[in-house]
Structure formats: structure tokens, C-alpha cells
């Protein structure tokens, strides 16, 4: 195996890119997980991007202790910040390749990544490494959302191109887009046997979040690395992604417009 990350990360972190990422809560994307928390548990939050999920859960254990990582180093100055803003000081930060954790064995009682192992090369790998970090009474918790199984009305025809189109993009970089259902297989891979899976959604309706969502994806179409990564990789044209971008705005301005983006998760004792 290689010693490094070999995939390459298909956001990249454009300003659209973080639009999404720091909506993100842990009361909205890692419920499944809060009721497993206690206030002294040290958790380490892989994949951490501008940290608005980590600060929430350092703000749950305020006897414990959170360290973020991400493979860019970039990002983590937002998650400074984020920090900073909400007063927390029982946080660290530091880049990281969840491959190859620079923590000695057993060191976490929890050990989270979200939206993560869709773009790393070796998701089994990567969960090998989530497990021999964290103790052996405490979990391993993933979510990932599921490109194929996205769904939306109406069913604006671009939507379908986008979503084949980026799909390949990331297959291309090294990632798996579909990773929400081979969460449960993964771990099993990695070694894991008492597995706790679910799933949940992110759910778009109103006016406000129809035009956030479609904004920031037609944006990310045109504007962030995918971008430079489709055309670069030969998978789209501009105009191609002009057209991916157009069909996000058509789909955000209907009224009745709706989107479900599904998540997997695992919770796994170590």
C-alpha cells in the first residue's frame, strides 16, 4: 500500500465550496453520534474542513478534548477561527492523512470523520487507521452522503447530467461519490463487528434554502477545483459545466422545487 493519500479531493475549498461546509452542524449531520458523547471523552475529528462541526463537539465534551485534522492545511486557519469566535479552548489542529494517523494506538474515545472517506484512496485503509487510534471501549462514527442516490424535483434534465458528470469526476480522482452505502462493508473490511448502521438526510424546500443550495452548487460547478478537474481530466467542457450550473439555477428558482441528499452511517465500537 502506498504511504500516503493518493486520491485527490474534488471540492477543493473555493469560497462555494465552504458555503456548504459550514452550514454543517453536529445537530445536523452527526446525530446519530451525540448520544454516545460524554463531557470528558477526547475525540479526534477527522477531515475537519473549516470546523464548525468539530466546535460543537468540543462544546459537548467540555471535560474533554477535540483535535481536528485535515490533509489541507489551508482550511485549517478557518477552523481556527471558528474556534476563536466561539471561545472554545479545548481544541487543537493540525493536517493530517487519515491513512496514516500520526497518534500513538488507542489514544480516542471517539474518532469521527464526515464526509470523508468518499475521497480518500483507501477508505478500508483509512477506517484501519480510525480504529487503531481509538480506545477499545470507544467508537469509530462515519457519515458520507451517496451521489447516486441523490433526488430532487422537478426533474430538470441538467440535474441528471450533473450528477453522471460529477460522479465520474470523482471516480476519476481517486474517490468513491457513493461512499453513504459502502460505509457498513467498509468497516466490516476494516475489521469492525459490532456495527451500528443508519441513515439520514439533508433535506432542501423553502425559498431560502432552495436558493442557498442551488447557488452554491452552480458556483462549484463553474468555480471550485471540480472545475479545473473536470476540464482538465477531458469529462466536461466549459460550456458543458455552464450548462450543469444553468440547470442548478433553473431547478432553485421553481417553487416547488425539493432536494434529499441520503447519508450513511456507522457507529462502530472499537
Not at 63 to 85: F, I, S
Request: contains cysteine; hydrophobic residues 40%.
Amino acid at each position: 500500500m502506498a504511504d500516503q493519500e493518493t486520491a485527490v479531493y474534488t471540492h477543493g475549498h473555493h469560497e462555494s465550496v465552504l458555503r456548504s461546509h459550514e452550514w454543517r452542524t453536529a445537530e445536523n449531520s452527526a446525530a446519530y453520534l451525540l448520544g454516545s458523547l460524554k463531557p470528558h471523552m477526547r475525540i479526534l475529528d477527522v477531515g475537519c474542513g473549516p470546523g464548525t462541526i468539530s466546535a460543537d463537539l468540543a462544546a459537548l465534551v467540555p471535560e474533554g478534548h477535540v483535535t481536528a485534522v485535515d490533509a489541507a492545511p489551508g482550511v485549517l486557519e478557518r477552523a481556527r477561527e471558528t474556534a476563536a469566535a466561539r471561545g472554545l479552548t479545548n481544541m487543537t489542529f493540525a493536517t493530517a492523512d487519515v491513512h496514516a494517523l500520526d497518534h500513538p494506538d488507542d489514544t480516542f474515545c471517539v474518532v469521527h470523520a464526515h464526509q470523508t472517506l468518499q475521497h480518500v484512496g483507501d477508505p478500508v485503509r483509512a477506517l484501519r487507521e480510525m480504529r487503531r487510534v481509538c480506545k477499545p471501549t470507544g467508537y469509530v462514527a462515519v457519515r458520507d452522503a451517496d451521489y447516486a442516490g441523490m433526488f430532487w424535483y422537478p426533474r430538470v434534465p441538467g440535474l441528471d447530467r450533473w450528477q453522471e458528470l460529477y460522479r465520474r469526476v470523482a471516480r476519476a480522482n481517486g474517490g468513491e461519490p457513493d461512499a453513504g452505502r459502502h460505509l457498513h462493508a467498509w468497516a466490516r473490511e476494516a475489521g469492525f463487528t459490532d456495527i451500528t448502521a443508519s441513515g439520514s438526510l439533508w433535506h432542501y424546500r423553502t425559498e431560502p434554502e432552495r436558493a442557498w443550495w442551488s447557488g452554491l452548487w452552480a458556483d462549484r460547478t463553474v468555480a471550485s477545483s471540480y472545475a479545473d478537474t473536470a476540464l482538465a481530466g477531458g469529462h466536461a467542457s466549459r460550456e458543458e459545466l455552464e450548462e450543469a450550473a444553468a440547470a442548478w439555477r433553473e431547478w432553485g428558482a421553481h417553487e416547488d422545487a425539493v432536494f434529499f441528499v441520503p447519508n450513511g452511517e456507522i457507529l462502530c465500537r472499537a
